[in-house]
């Protein structure tokens, strides 16, 4: 029989309840419940307090048999000092399992009051350990978004790159079959072979960066040629009267202004285009080296990049 039960036992034959005998020995009754279901031991004291009102001994009411004739007698002395800290620890523990954690704080995601058991974080926010593990796997998810998109925005001016290269190659490749051709009608001049050998090599440059400065994110072509095409053709206004002849004058003179517009517009084109390609070969290999490194990641897209990227 355990302790409790004999608590128990002792306590039915004195026809007491729980209550009544928390009464006499100054405890509740929630403490009588515990030691009954051997949930908690009472201490030294009380040991003797139930003793004396159950009219039992001391061997009795903590268990200890008896001896017989048949056996030694053995040794009952209480060592009081182990029971007292056993008592004390028992007693203890169950006060501190029953006293609720202090509060730390409140979650500012769920609300909830956060302990020292289910604390997240602290600084620079309260958070409990859910909403924390939470916004880090958020924080996980965004970052592994970013890189998705930035992985994306980078094969993008990849192939941008790349096309700027195949096509820059064609306009090479036709250059140089030209050059080929005037140079095998001028074979016989050594001189001028080697002149027009070298001037094709000079053009393949030049219409190769130029075409490819175009497929680049550098801008500064595609600017130049901008500025030239877009530039505004204003013609003076036609006075003319309001008779047949006056409208004729009217339309031919329309039709001359359109003429030159469309003339204008042809030598501005033709102007920003040769104002590019001398620009081209100089600013292609840094704006190809620029471009290869933002490929590999060595150095951040720019706004502009985004732009083109996406346009």
Known sequence: MTYGKKISQLRRSKNLTQQQLGDSLNVSAQAISK??????????????????????????????????????????????????????????????????????????????????????????????????????????????????????????????????????????????????????????????????????????????SLVSMFFLPSGIVTNIMMFFIAAPIRFPGVIFTLDWDGFVFLIAVKILFAILGFLIGCLLFFVGLVISAVVSPFVYPYVMYKTSRKVKGVIPLTKEDYEYIHK
């Not at 399992?97 to 974080?121: D, H, Q, R």
């Not at 859910?130 to 998705?148: G, M, P, Q």
């Open 35 to 208: 030691w009954e279901h051997d949930l908690a031991e009472p201490d030294l004291s009380t040991i003797k307090k139930m003793a004396a009102l159950f009219e039992v001994s001391l061997d009795e009411l903590l268990g200890v048999d008896a001896p017989t004739a048949e056996t030694p007698v053995a040794d009952t002395t209480i060592d009081t000092e182990k029971l007292t800290t056993d008592v004390t620890t028992t007693v203890k523990k169950v006060i501190e399992e029953s006293t609720p954690e202090a509060p730390l704080g409140f979650c500012v995601v769920c609300g909830s009051t956060v302990v020292e058991g289910n604390k997240g974080t602290l600084k620079p926010k309260v958070m409990c350990k859910s909403c924390l593990a939470k916004e880090v796997s958020k924080r996980k998810n965004a970052e592994a978004e970013k890189e998705r998109k930035l992985a994306e925005d980078r094969e993008g001016l990849n192939k941008r790159r790349r096309r700027s290269l195949f096509f820059g190659s064609l306009v090479a490749i036709a250059i140089m079959i030209v050059t080929i051709f005037f140079m095998t009608k001028e074979h016989s001049n050594p001189g001028m072979t080697a002149a027009t050998f070298f001037i094709g090599l000079l053009l393949c440059y030049v219409g190769f």
